[in-house]
């Protein structure tokens, strides 16, 4: 074959690639490649990392083989390639590096493990070996079925337009949205993570498959896959995870050994599934500005294709317009008179008692002895627990909270509705006698069955 005509998967990385070049002198070198990234039908780019024997051997002698694996069938490729040039910025070289810095960053070897260049070869053939396995007996080749009722591209855009079109509020919003993916697409393993007030974290506002530990998790902007998706506002889509962060840490003991201790970080722990093997980031733009990420994970180690990163960056585009203006929309004073449908809660357990301590270093609420919030949303929780127990209140509006200088909120584009979202969530999960119930545009009643017993300390959680 002329023309790089292979399935999308053999440049997944699920089965390193090989590649052989030989020096001047005649010397053969094979070893396993990072990255083989499909340019065109005629050129590929492998990455770079080190000034190694390949890129010495390549650049007194511009020719290699490369050799690929199909993951779903075994059958090997094998790419007769001339060396071309290398490129060292660019969107090539960016789309290349943000993959091998999400690993980097994950396994806390970012600044250490990271992409020199990304070396551009000619395609010169392509030919796939013959006798490479062994056939299998036929009557032991299983033939798998089609999934019956296939859904509709067209279909499945159309139903998540409908439910966050019509969604009346930010939560709901969410809810629609992942619910969707699910129903609609079949990702069962789904979050939205949203920036917070300085934009240097993000956190888990709203999640489907993972009970009730999806909500609330918490991680620095830049920092590990999700983080340095959402920090350069690109779509990172990678397979077989455990065999990608499997190579990060082997070259992060071999560092260590190196001695660049002193740069190594610790591993970021993934939010979500703790056994993962393929993720799917997609930040959520609206004019230029981050307005929340979207995961989507799976336990198989092809769980996303091609079409899927294609279809969900579409998705992802009208869901960053939608959340935008969900924002905007619920942050306007003018609306903030119009009613909304309240939706109860259902009945709960009765409890006669809940003991909240506060932290005031750090802003942590706990219950009893459980964690359950911190940072803005621990404030305001905090807030409206206190005037509760002062004065008996129950009724409160955005808008004050807004103005409470305590609060921390800044003046422009301040999320509280999102934090006020996460803060439900994370009371229906973990105290759910107590309740903040809306009762119109930017105004909420706080609802509780037990008494209330509050406790603040100067020291931290």
Request: proline share 6%.
């Amino acid at each position: 074959m002329s023309r790089l005509d292979l399935p999308d998967r053999c440049f997944h990385g699920l089965i390193p690639a090989m590649i052989a070049t030989c020096s001047k002198d005649g010397v053969p070198n094979v070893t396993y490649l990072s990255q083989v990234f499909r340019i065109d039908e005629r050129h590929v780019a492998l990455s770079c990392q080190f000034f190694n024997k390949t890129k010495q051997n390549v650049l007194e002698v511009p020719f290699a083989t490369v050799e690929l694996l199909d993951p779903v069938t075994l059958d090997a490729f094998r790419l007769a390639l001339r060396y071309d040039h290398s490129e060292t910025s660019g969107p090539l070289f960016e789309q290349m590096d943000l993959r091998i810095e999400a690993i980097a960053s994950q396994t806390g070897m970012k600044g250490v493990f990271k992409l020199i260049a990304a070396d551009v070869y000619e395609l010169l053939g392509c030919e796939r070996r013959a006798d490479f396995l062994t056939p299998a007996p036929a009557e032991s080749v299983v033939v798998e079925e089609p999934a019956p009722g296939p859904r509709s591209e067209l279909k499945s855009l159309q139903l998540i337009s409908q439910r966050t079109c019509r969604a009346p509020s930010l939560e709901s919003l969410l809810t629609a949205t992942l619910s969707t993916l699910d129903e609609a697409l079949g990702f069962t393993y789904s979050m939205v993570l949203l920036p917070d007030e300085a934009g240097k974290r993000l956190f888990t506002v709203a999640s489907r498959g993972y009970g009730e530990e999806g909500v609330g998790a918490e991680l620095e902007m830049g920092e590990g896959l999700i983080g340095t998706a959402a920090l350069q506002q690109k779509v990172l889509c990678i397979s077989g995870m455990e065999a990608e962060l499997r190579y990060g840490r082997a070259i992060r003991s071999s560092a260590q050994h190196g001695g660049v201790r002193r740069e190594i970080r610790p591993e970021i722990p993934l939010p979500g599934l703790p056994d993962a093997q393929s993720l799917l980031v997609l930040p959520l733009v609206a004019n230029g500005r981050l307005v929340g990420v979207l995961v989507a994970e799976s336990r198989e180690r092809m769980g996303f294709e091609g079409w899927d990163e294609a279809f969900l960056e579409i998705v992802a585009n009208q869901c960053a317009v939608a959340f935008d203006n969900a924002l905007l929309r619920e942050g306007s004073e003018e609306h903030e008179s119009e009613p909304v449908p309240v939706s109860r809660l259902p009945s709960v357990p009765e409890v006669s008692a809940r003991r909240f301590r506060f932290y005031r270093n750090d802003d942590c609420v706990f219950v009893g002895d459980d964690y359950l919030i911190r940072n803005v949303p621990g404030r305001i929780l905090w807030k409206i627990l206190r005037s509760y127990r002062d004065s008996g209140r129950t009724d409160f509006s955005n808008r004050e909270l807004r103005l409470d200088p305590w609060l921390g909120l800044p003046p422009v584009r301040d999320n509280l509705e999102s934090r006020l979202v996460l803060l439900r969530k994370r009371l229906e999960q973990k105290v759910p006698e107590l309740r903040l119930v809306p009762t119109s545009r930017g105004h909420f009643r706080l609802e509780t069955s037990c008494q209330l017993t509050l406790e603040e300390t100067e020291g931290s959680a």
